[in-house]
């Protein structure tokens, strides 16, 4: 079998598995990257795989580690795929071994940081709008940052969302566009359902919940792109730096926890599948100040006098 055939026939039955269309993507770059490493070395066929060869390219990586696991990660796929497949030695596939990736602690937005966003949403740009659409960039940014951290959500999963999603008496917003396809119900805050109702109060005719409101196509439904660019600004205006969706996502894990819910419950909340999502999305609790602000009612001693009634004073 070609490499090349190898690796479509790979992508199309992971497709079919149900990938999402970035995994394939990302397979497909880092393989193609690998094909080209092995026809510079006049290999183009599955049975001309050896060893020492996979060893070589792997040895030979220089990218950061996180990039060079995703590639080791991709060739090893898809050569348990071949092995299964009975075109390859199944002994090849443990021949590759995962580089360990340093832990890094990701940007992580605090409560004090999305206060500030938020104050910043309540003060209308003075430049290149209406005093209209002005007051209504107001209003829907406000409702949109509280959302993205009240609920958890992903970019794609808010930019999908039409006004129908929305249940304001209960606080919840369902969401079908999930990571997988998966779909599920997030919880918000009755200070959230405040600000949502206020943008539905004046929100433009459209099925979309969240819209543009300048540029080439008012009205049009949010892209992820623009979603990003409102962030950013959003971000600059108030001195917070990397302002993105995912930092809300962490941030808003991370503010659940504080407060006290259950890791299942905001396992779920966010959509994870696998329960160890919620360590990798609330790592900031191992450096974060907020964590030990948080541990004033948990004190061992503290819990223990207010149990017996003693004082300490002198």
Same mark, same amino acid.
């Not at 991709?74 to 795929?81: D, H, K, Q, Y």
């Not at 396992?267 to 919620?278: I, P, T």
């Given at each position: 079998?070609?490499?090349?055939?190898?690796?479509?026939? !790979?992508?199309?039955?992971?497709?079919?598995?149900?990938?999402?269309?970035?995994?394939?993507?990302?397979?497909?770059?880092?393989?193609?990257?690998?094909?080209?490493?092995?026809?510079?070395?006049?290999?183009?066929?599955?049975?001309?795989?050896?060893?020492?060869?996979?060893?070589?390219?792997?040895?030979?990586?220089?990218?950061?580690?996180?990039?060079?696991?995703?590639?080791?990660t991709?060739?090893?796929?898809?050569?348990?795929?071949v092995?299964?497949?009975?075109?390859?030695?199944?002994?090849?596939?443990?021949?590759?071994?995962?580089?360990?990736?340093?832990?890094?602690?990701?940007?992580?937005?605090?409560?004090?940081?999305?206060?500030?966003?938020?104050?910043?949403?309540?003060?209308?740009?003075?430049?290149?709008?209406?005093?209209?659409?002005?007051?209504?960039?107001?209003?829907?940014?406000a409702?949109l940052?509280?959302?993205?951290?009240?609920?958890?959500?992903?970019?794609?999963?808010?930019?999908?969302?039409?006004?129908?999603?929305?249940?304001?008496?209960?606080?919840?917003?369902?969401?079908?566009?999930?990571?997988?396809?998966?779909?599920?119900?997030?919880?918000?805050?009755?200070?959230?359902?405040?600000?949502?109702?206020?943008?539905?109060?004046?929100?433009?005719?459209?099925?979309?919940? !969240?819209?543009?409101?300048?540029g080439?196509?008012?009205?049009?439904?949010?892209?992820?792109s623009?979603?990003r660019?409102?962030?950013?600004?959003?971000?600059?205006?108030?001195g917070?730096?990397?302002?993105?969706?995912?930092?809300?996502?962490?941030?808003?894990?991370?503010?659940?926890?504080?407060?006290?819910?259950?890791?299942?419950?905001v396992?779920?909340?966010?959509?994870?599948?696998?329960?160890?999502?919620?360590a990798?999305?609330?790592?900031?609790?191992?450096?974060?100040?907020?964590?030990?602000?948080?541990?004033?009612?948990?004190?061992?001693?503290?819990?223990?006098?207010?149990?017996?009634?003693?004082?300490?004073?002198?």
């Open positions: 079998m070609l490499l090349l055939e190898a690796v479509e026939e !790979f992508l199309l039955d992971g497709q079919a598995g149900g990938w999402s269309p970035g995994t394939v993507a990302a397979y497909r770059w880092h393989l193609q990257r690998w094909v080209t490493w092995l026809q510079a070395r006049q290999v183009v066929v599955v049975a001309g795989l050896t060893r020492r060869l996979l060893r070589e390219w792997s040895a030979g990586l220089t990218w950061a580690p996180a990039t060079r696991k995703g590639a080791v991709a060739v090893r796929s898809l050569l348990r795929w092995a299964a497949e009975e075109q390859l030695d199944a002994d090849l596939v443990k021949v590759l071994r995962l580089p360990k990736v340093p832990r890094r602690l990701q940007r992580t937005l605090t409560a004090v940081e999305v206060v500030k966003l938020l104050d910043v949403c309540g003060q209308p740009v003075e430049h290149g709008v209406t005093a209209g659409v002005a007051r209504l960039l107001c209003v829907r940014n409702a940052v509280a959302l993205l951290y009240d609920s958890l959500l992903r970019a794609a999963e808010l930019c999908a969302l039409q006004v129908a999603d929305l249940d304001l008496e209960r606080g919840l917003v369902t969401v079908r566009c999930g990571k997988g396809g998966a779909g599920r119900r997030a919880p918000f805050g009755r200070e959230t359902a405040v600000l949502l109702g206020a943008w539905l109060a004046v929100h433009p005719s459209s099925t979309m919940l !969240f819209v543009a409101l300048g080439l196509e008012p009205g049009a439904g949010l892209t992820v623009g979603l660019l409102i962030l950013r600004h959003l971000g600059t205006r108030a917070v730096a990397g302002v993105t969706s995912h930092a809300f996502r962490r941030g808003g894990a991370v503010a659940c926890t504080l407060n006290g819910a259950p890791g299942r419950l396992q779920l909340w966010a959509g994870w599948s696998d329960e160890r999502m919620l990798t999305y609330t790592r900031a609790l191992d450096s974060d100040a907020a964590a030990l602000d948080a541990y004033a009612p948990f004190s061992p001693v503290g819990a223990a006098v207010r149990k017996c009634a003693l004082t300490l004073d002198g």
